[in-house]
């Protein structure tokens, strides 16, 4: 009399879920890492009271700000426009300008790699949405 109610199927694994933690620990490094220029800034910058020092760390906090909204759809966007302006800052410090440049080039790297998860997970091919052989 027993009767055998087949197990409920577990909710497929969201891949995208593991590129926002990459996205907030990438922003958290970004963050780090402009503001550890901040003593390049105080040497050749002319000090950190000047206006690039405190752009150099409005954009670090901004950084570590923006990891809390990955989720969001402006995020992308507000993320390669910090990148630009740490680009922009070429005509005050080229230092900074550097680790924009590599960090946009990162960013971009990122951004295909989603991409290609987004392409993959529409046709069917990420290994998370195999069927297990039984």
């Not at 780090?32 to 020092?53: D, E, F, M, Q």
């Not at 990955?70 to 300008?97: G, H």
């Not at 590599?102 to 046709?123: G, Q, T």
């Amino acid at each position: 009399m027993s009767e055998e109610t087949p197990a409920p199927r577990p909710k497929p694994k969201d891949p995208m879920k593991g590129f926002r933690g990459v996205m907030s620990g990438m922003l958290i490094l970004e963050g780090i890492t402009v503001a550890l220029a901040l003593p390049v800034v105080n040497k050749l910058g002319g000090g950190i009271s000047t206006a690039t020092g405190w752009t150099v760390l409005a954009v670090a906090l901004l950084h570590v700000v923006l990891c809390g909204f990955v989720k969001r759809p402006w995020t992308v966007p507000v993320l390669l426009a910090l990148q630009v302006v740490l680009i922009v800052l070429v005509f005050w410090l080229p230092a900074i300008a550097v680790l924009g440049v590599i960090f946009l080039a990162v960013w971009l790297w990122l951004l295909w790699l989603r991409k290609d998860v987004a392409r993959r997970m529409a046709a069917g091919t990420l290994a998370s949405q195999q069927q297990p052989q039984a």
